[in-house]
């Protein structure tokens, strides 16, 4: 493996408020070991091991994880065709993406990894173990030294997942991956919308907050990640354009919630984000009400609250 510490110092010049799971992720892949990122979508598990593949050059293959995952498209299968012109021999074998990592000293990146069936998980355990994996009527795959499993998976759903067996557990390292902080969303928001002007920094502002509530607010089982202040600008900025609304959005018309750009922000937000939060089975209410609660908690209560007397 390439130098783990200069790795890390050109890693980190394109990932945001990510340095404590960057050194831990190089750790351990440096060390040999297969790992397990758990964490909530948007939280840049991917955008992380991309980013030290790429700067290792090696090659990166992505699977997901779903019920539809069997062990054939995993490890691989004969090509029907060939094998009724001819035979089961190595040369009609078509690899699939564990063996082409293997072979290619790539990594593995296999997401939703709680949700593939366990006839497929186990297909994984040779590999995990011995390094090698041995096909029937194909022989045997040795795999790259710089060869590695790496597995995401998310902790707060629980809808089409199974449990993993401790002969997989066993063998992998694991890392808690969770929402950055508010000043790093709001870098990272900045950084994939573009924003500078006025206008544009009090959107990624009020939009990283309104999409933080989310994950706090009592009736939603799940909240938004910080994709979803993503979406919130850049749908934001096009109905400013079309209502209108310029750089005189300042301070002093945030504040006021009948004013155009806290209607701007609301509509946004159902946009971009209703799809996005999921209810407590228990609440009585939609995703519309409670972004409507979130928004008054930013542009009515908040603002209330902060005047004197």
Not at 28 to 54: F, M, Q, S, W
Not at 91 to 100: A, H, K, R, S
Not at 147 to 157: E, G, H, K, Q, V
């Amino acid at each position: 493996m390439p130098d783990v510490a200069r790795t890390r110092d050109r890693v980190a010049k394109h990932l945001v408020g990510r340095e404590h799971e960057l050194e831990l992720v190089l750790s351990a892949v440096a060390a040999g070991r297969d790992i397990v990122l758990e964490g909530p979508p948007g939280t840049g598990k991917t955008t992380l091991l991309r980013a030290i593949a790429d700067e290792w050059g090696i090659p990166l293959f992505y699977v997901e994880g779903n019920a539809d995952l069997t062990p054939a498209k995993l490890v691989g299968h004969h090509n029907p065709a060939r094998v009724l012109k001819e035979d089961y021999s190595q040369g009609n074998f078509v690899p699939g993406p564990l063996l082409e990592a293997m072979q290619q000293g790539g990594f593995l990146y296999l997401e939703e990894f709680n949700r593939a069936p366990d006839d497929t998980l186990n297909t994984l355990l040779a590999a995990l173990a011995e390094r090698r994996v041995t096909v029937p009527r194909a022989g045997q795959v040795v795999a790259q030294p710089t060869f590695r499993l790496i597995a995401s998976m998310n902790p707060y759903d629980n809808v089409g997942t199974t449990r993993l067996s401790s002969s997989i557990t066993d063998r992998l390292c694991r890392l808690a991956v969770d929402y950055q902080d508010e000043a790093a969303e709001i870098g990272i928001v900045d950084l994939r919308t573009g924003q500078g002007a006025e206008l544009g920094a009090l959107l990624v502002a009020d939009s990283v907050w309104v999409n933080r509530a989310t994950r706090r607010h009592p009736d939603l089982r799940q909240g938004s990640s910080v994709r979803g202040a993503i979406d919130v600008v850049l749908v934001a900025n096009q109905l400013a354009a079309l209502r209108g609304v310029s750089e005189a959005a300042d301070s002093t018309t945030r504040l006021d919630p009948e004013s155009a750009y806290p209607r701007l922000v609301l509509d946004a937000m159902t946009v971009a984000l209703s799809g996005r939060i999921h209810l407590d089975e228990a609440a009585e209410t939609t995703p519309e009400r409670v972004l409507r609660q979130i928004w008054e908690d930013r542009f009515i209560l908040t603002p209330a609250a902060a005047q004197p007397g």
